[in-house]
Nanobody
Framework: QVQLVESGGGLVQAGGSLRLSCAASGRTFNSAAMAWFRQAPGKEREFVACITSGAGTYYADSVKGRFAISRDNAKNTVYLQMNSLKPEDTAVYYC????????????????????WGQGTQVTVSS
């Protein structure tokens, strides 16, 4: 079993920055893709960003230019640097991992991920 544990969430003013971390532990696995999703109150969980094993990165239009995803394979950790935060970025952020890469159109779907973290709250005040 693989465990994903997120950290780094919190309360920040609009325009501020946060860096989320997701540490993977448990049995060894090769994640073809790791991603961040988010879910705001009353809304569906949505794709934010993902990174492939080859360090290819993809972003939702709403965060492009403000967020950056990266991974440290030696530490089995993926990061999400969030800059120029807006109140609409307020949500619970979830880390996810997939053992397959099926192309970005498919990997935007949360059902394509095998493992999920418990989530970390990000609140951006205006």
């Amino acid at each position: 079993q693989v465990q994903l544990v997120e950290s780094g969430g919190g309360l920040v003013q609009a325009g501020g920055s946060l860096r989320l971390s997701c540490a993977a532990s448990g049995r060894t696995f090769n994640s073809a893709a790791m991603a961040w999703f988010r879910q705001a109150p009353g809304k569906e969980r949505e794709f934010v960003a993902c990174i492939t094993s080859g360090a290819g990165t993809y972003y939702a239009d709403s965060v492009k230019g403000r967020f950056a995803i990266s991974r440290d394979n030696a530490k089995n950790t993926v990061y999400l640097q969030m800059n120029s935060l807006k109140p609409e970025d307020t949500a619970v952020y979830y880390c996810a991992a997939s053992q397959l890469w099926l192309g970005i159109a498919t990997m935007r779907r949360l059902t394509k991920y095998d493992y999920w973290g418990q989530g970390t709250q990000v609140t951006v005040s205006s």
